[in-house]
């Protein structure tokens, strides 16, 4: 009498899927392909701020009195934090609301990839446009315009952060502002008309000595006007902080500002954020 042995059955392993961080990376490479083979887009998106700091700074050229600086030395960091803001809030705000319309979302979010790899995506993509719109107006501010770059580690550091947690609130914003438009096509008027209007309260087209009291409060209350005045601070010399509200650069108001508005953000994303239109439910 002969006894078989079950030999035991090969356990088959489902393969593990990346980490949400791994996909993020391929998402994030992914965006900016799809942003860099746009041309009209690429062209659009760093010369704006080039094209209008060309037309302020050469329209308004004197000095300013008892500043120490240029009309278009001011102008330079103020570019920079709205150009900060456009490849962030105005990027994310109209492009998220036309992947919603077009019902990319909705299909992204019917894959295995976790959703904040597609958020992390965008965050590599605004972090990568972001830099290269600031670096492209330093070369043009330290160029034409004689703006000197911070001399200290400590300038730079400040710079940094202001970079940081001024990209990031924006971005967030762009994330939450992105569920207002009704649709696709409405999203540029809805996105574009609020960050117009912040261009021109928050001092990057006239002067903060020449905005009513009023219209700075409305100002404050945002991120753009603390990045400009924060950037002011890292590029311009101290004499110009008589043109300030406060006399003063206040660097730890705006890194309380923009902090808070990091957080802030983020709940406006959590509480407003949808994959599908209204219409779709």
């Not at 489902?14 to 996909?23: D, E, Q």
């Not at 992204?108 to 990839?113: E, I, K």
């Not at 117009?196 to 409060?217: C, H, N």
Request: hydrophobic letters at 50%; a positive charge.
């Amino acid at each position: 009498m002969t006894t078989t042995t079950a030999t035991p059955r090969a356990r088959t392993v489902s393969p593990r899927l990346p980490r949400a961080w791994t996909l993020g990376l391929h998402r994030g490479a992914l965006e900016l392909k799809q942003f860099f083979r746009q041309r009209e887009q690429v062209v659009f998106t760093f010369a704006f701020p080039v094209v209008f700091l060309f037309l302020f700074a050469s329209i308004f050229k004197d000095d300013v009195g008892g500043a120490g600086v240029t009309a278009s030395q001011l102008y330079v960091p103020a570019m920079m934090a709205a150009g900060i803001m456009s490849t962030s809030f105005q990027s994310l705000g109209i492009s998220i609301a036309i992947e919603r319309d077009e019902k990319v979302l909705r299909r992204l979010r019917g894959t295995p990839m976790p959703p904040a790899s597609y958020f992390l995506g965008k965050i590599w993509l605004v972090l990568v446009t972001g830099a290269l719109e600031t670096v492209v107006l330093l070369l043009v501010g330290t160029t034409l315009y004689d703006v000197d770059l911070p001399s200290s580690a400590a300038h730079w550091f400040d710079f940094a952060w202001i970079f940081v947690l001024g990209l990031t609130a924006c971005a967030l914003l762009g994330i939450a502002i992105s569920s207002v438009p009704k649709s696709g096509k409405s999203a540029t008027s809805v996105v574009v008309l609020p960050f117009l209007v912040l261009q021109f309260i928050s001092g990057v087209y006239i002067s903060v000595a020449t905005i009513p009291d009023w219209m700075l409060s409305v100002g404050a209350l945002f991120p753009l006007k603390w990045m400009c005045q924060g950037l002011r601070g890292v590029f311009l010399p101290d004499s110009a902080r008589v043109l300030e509200q406060a006399g003063s650069w206040e660097f730890g108001r705006v890194a309380l500002v923009l902090g808070a508005w990091c957080v802030g953000g983020l709940v406006l994303c959590l509480l407003t954020f949808r994959w599908k239109n209204r219409r779709d439910g």
